[in-house]
């Protein structure tokens, strides 16, 4: 192998396919299996091998470390992550995404797997790094349902559209973490009502 070694990917950032794709989504799987059940400082790289059925070696060699497991899980869960939903209104796209955070953070694997992680980013640089690009990618996403509500004078221009998808997935977060319970559904529409009546009165317009 030639290159500078300074420059070499950093573990769990290289995205493999054929055989390696496998072990590679076994191994994710495993990860986010522990961080659900234990919490991200029982995450041990052994046992998510063993429970992958990978060998040890080629778990270390590729992630190196847990935070680079989850790293690699992050980015895993960003791309794999259900695309935005469309239905030509302000009010039903943003009811289409806190329907979807709502059954994320109410299920039984995610909604535990999430408080790890968040838990971890509060002590551990690198994971909330992660953390921060897997919900960059996913405002990102849904912004254009933004965009199209500013187009059709649903919403004021200079709209900032990743601030209206934040207001929407913010109380529901902060609900789960504040009380240790899943957001209801109930709890998804309120927050879209109230990130719609913010937005049409002109709180995220910006410049």
Known sequence: MTGNPSQAPEPGTLRPGGRTARVRAAVLEAAGDVLAEHGFDRLDLADVARRADVGK???YRRWGTPTGLVTDLLDHM????VPR???GTLHGDLT???HLVHRTLSDPRQGPLFRAVI????????????????????????APCVEAAVTRAELPPGTDPSNVIRAVSAPLYYHLLTT???PTEADAD???AAAVAAGVAGVFVVG
């Open 57 to 59: 070696t080629t778990v």
């Open 78 to 81: 960003a791309q794999e992550s």
């Open 85 to 87: 939903t469309e239905t």
């Open 96 to 98: 289409a995404n806190a």
């Open 119 to 142: 838990a971890a980013a509060t002590c551990d640089p690198r994971t909330a790094t992660a953390l921060s690009r897997f919900y960059e990618v996913r405002v990102a996403e849904w």
């Open 180 to 182: 240790g319970t899943p």
């Open 190 to 192: 309120r927050a879209v």
